[in-house]
């Protein structure tokens, strides 16, 4: 068999990390390409150590003649869109390059593939977002969508872009709709790397509380080491198709935190409501978590529950990790970084 070719674009985010570690181990060469940017930023390929199997090339998705030519250059046989302004935060204040990224970045590397190579395999990242005011639960591939953020409507378009493409131009196409997927190599911005790294600086006496929104929010979590493999399968597949990977439960913000602090050492104890909510830890009496409206969002995902009954069923794929050994994992990953060094720990 030909050796297999993965290009993965978004190479320095978190689920690229562990989609190249997996492929690597697959027998796959890896391409990876990032926008440029000033500084180094592969701390998350270091850590899986497969920074030095990866070959690194550029590649900005604002920019048709850049992917047109990564693909003439590279000739990939599977290409795994995983880039994207990925904060749902961010794109109520930058609505316009969510979109350019999001949404027209994905056409530009479907025409690419449809002019270099219409035998590329394509999987596009697509996400729960778009699902947003809930019209069913738990929500399946055939829910109807309902997105709350230009986030979810930037992957809204592509995820019916991606369809598109499959069925008038007949390309093998995929959708992977995943729910909520985290880990230790997670950015710090998402809720709970947030949690995990701040209780960290708290027990190493670096900070004193972390600032939160909206602690009722539910988020179906999985671990994104679990979430690639299904990825993978999918481009695998005979046929393309559109495919729901979650685990089927939700918990709130809250639940996380309370799980995270008591994995961390801490006793807390809650008092107040809505925007006066706080925690206190019970043996010293301060209090460690706030709640600040700054991070709540002018239009919320209240609740999020996936059904991955069709991946089960098609593709053999269930996740392995749950709800308690993800929080553990990660906040122990952060506590450790922690106790080597006295700066904050930010990555
Ligand atoms: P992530 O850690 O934020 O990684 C996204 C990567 O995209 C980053 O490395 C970023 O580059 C890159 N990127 C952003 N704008 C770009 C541009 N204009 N041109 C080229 N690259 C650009 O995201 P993730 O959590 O790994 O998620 C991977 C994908 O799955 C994303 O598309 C996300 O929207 C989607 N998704 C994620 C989840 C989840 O729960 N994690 C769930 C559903 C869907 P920099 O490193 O330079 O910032
Ligand atoms: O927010 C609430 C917040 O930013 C989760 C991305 O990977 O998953 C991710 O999007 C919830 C929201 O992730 C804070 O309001 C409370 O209800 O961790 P998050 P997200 O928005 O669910 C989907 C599937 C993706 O596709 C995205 O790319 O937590 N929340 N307090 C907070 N959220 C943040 N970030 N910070 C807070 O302080």
Redesign the pocket.
Known sequence: MTTQRALI????????AYLARHLIDQGYEIIG???R?STN?SWRLRELDVERHIRFEE????EQSNIIHTLKETRPTEIY???????VGSSFNQPI?TG???AL?VTRILEAIRVVDPEIRFYQ?????MFGLVQETPQKETTAFYPRSP?GIS?LYAHWMTKNYREAYGLHATSG??????SPL??TE?VTRKITTHFAAIKFGLIDHVELGNLNACRDWGH?RDYVEGMHAMVRHDEADDFVLASGQTHTIEDFANLAASVAGFKIEWEGEAEDRKAYNRETGKCIIKVNPRFYRPTEVDLLMGDAGKAKDVLGWAPRTNFENLVEEMMAADLDRQSRTDRFVSN
Not at 81 to 87: E, P
Not at 125 to 129: C, D, L, P, Q
Not at 177 to 182: D, K, P
């Open positions: 674009t978004g190479i320095f985010g978190q689920d690229a390409t990032h926008r940017t930023n590649l900005e998705l604002l869109n995983l880039a994207a302004q990925s904060f390059f350019e990224a999001n970045g990242a697509s996400t729960s977002e986030y992957k709709i995943l729910f909520n997927h985290e997670r950015g998402f994104a």
